[in-house]
């Protein structure tokens, strides 16, 4: 699945401390949808965990699921959660391989079917779903912080923009 296609959606949003990284993923966890892939890109400490976990706990307060320990799936490569009917899957692939390990997790079905955030999607070389939302963190000197850049070529997430205004995520 090789993205050729230019960028619809290229937003840059600056994230002083945890509570805006906690904010975007409230905001992100409102309109996704089965099918839905967010790759979570940045090196060690950028804070993909940080918001995987924000957006999977946005998504239980919001669907009356009770609260439970999201870890990191570090060791486990993958956690998944069952929302309201849809399963979540939070893959972390840094210790895979090759992408044909990903074949292995049933990734590959997940993305068609459930809500997959994915951190260090680089794995997943050619496979990674086109329609995919793109998240790139990096820290941020001048803030102590997170910079993120969230990019898509979909038109499923063209209306992004405003719906982060609307909930107040930071821009």
Known sequence: MNRTAP???DMRLTLPGPDATDALGRALAGGLRAGDTL?????IG???????R???LAMMDRTGT?????????YTLVQTYELDGVEVW????YRLS???????????AAFDSAI????WPDRLAQAAPEAALRIDLAADPETDGRMARLTATSPRWDALRNDLSATGAPT
């Open 7 to 9: 960028d619809r959606l």
């Open 39 to 43: 790759l979570l890109s940045g090196p």
């Open 46 to 52: 950028a804070g993909k965990s940080h918001l995987a």
């Open 54 to 56: 924000a957006i999977i």
């Open 66 to 74: 009770p609260r439970e320990d999201v870890p990191s799936p570090t």
């Open 90 to 93: 939070h893959a972390d692939l």
């Open 98 to 108: 090759g992408p044909d390990e990903i074949w292995e997790l049933g990734l590959d």
């Open 116 to 119: 997959c955030l994915v951190e």
